[in-house]
């Protein structure tokens, strides 16, 4: 048992160590591509959102390896069945969307107008742009955290609709509206991620209006 417990460790910290060099050689690779960005905003945006969809791949590639073993998950999707990962994730982030959305709406932007992801019919876009600045400090952490202190598993569950159970979603909506509120040091200020929010929503119209700079929120993991 010991042997295949060291075995089954050494191939895991390999695999760490290869998805590690990916990730090295993506943020390499996003540095050089800003520098020959060109002017056409379509092609840029199809540039930029096809480095996003690598990173994604590969930073979920890594989550997957950090995870316990019997969680079993294998990669980011937005229709699970019966993932309890996946299920956590699409419903921590519907609660995220919620609070982007309400600065959004009262800083008067329209929520439906996409700065990089495509306007689609019946899709707030603008949510989709602001939330990637947030998924991994408020929902992702939250979601690791109670999986890997086993507060929620896959017996939490109800495989009749492939949704977390009624007392999950409650633990999991209260852990993440907790990690919105709390306090945090940001510049040198003690601030809340909601404030944080509002400040970068804040940040947006100025950009917008003053045809200046965006600079997006990021704190290390």
């Not at 998805?19 to 540039?47: G, V």
């Not at 073993?69 to 999707?77: G, L, M, T, V």
């Not at 709406?105 to 899709?123: F, M």
């Not at 979601?143 to 598993?153: D, R, S």
Request: proline content about 1%; glycine content about 4%.
């Amino acid at each position: 048992k010991s042997t295949i417990k060291t075995k089954n460790k050494k191939k895991k910290i390999k695999e760490v160590k290869i998805i590690e060099n990916k990730i090295k050689q993506n943020i390499k690779d996003f540095k050089n591509f800003k520098i020959t960005l060109n002017d056409n905003i379509f092609t840029s945006k199809n540039k930029i959102m096809g480095f996003e969809g690598i990173a994604s791949v590969n930073y979920w590639e890594a989550v997957s390896l950090l995870l316990p073993d019997e969680i079993n998950f294998k990669k980011r999707n937005q229709k699970p069945e019966n993932d309890v990962v996946n299920s956590m994730l699409n419903y921590g982030y519907a609660i995220l969307a919620s609070e982007i959305a309400k600065n959004i709406v009262t800083l008067g932007l329209d929520p439906y107008c996409g700065l990089l992801h495509a306007d689609l019919k019946r899709r707030q876009s603008l949510i989709f742009d602001l939330i990637e600045e947030f998924r991994q400090q408020i929902v992702d952490k939250t979601v690791f955290k109670l999986i890997n202190t086993n507060q929620i598993n896959e017996t939490n569950i109800d495989k009749r609709n492939n949704s977390l159970k009624l007392e999950s979603r409650k633990l999991l909506a209260g852990e993440i509206m907790a990690k919105i509120h709390s306090d945090l040091t940001f510049e040198n200020e003690k601030v809340t991620y909601a404030k944080i929010i509002e400040n970068q929503t804040k940040k947006l119209v100025k950009s917008l209006l003053n045809n200046t700079e965006y600079n997006g929120f990021y704190l290390n993991w």
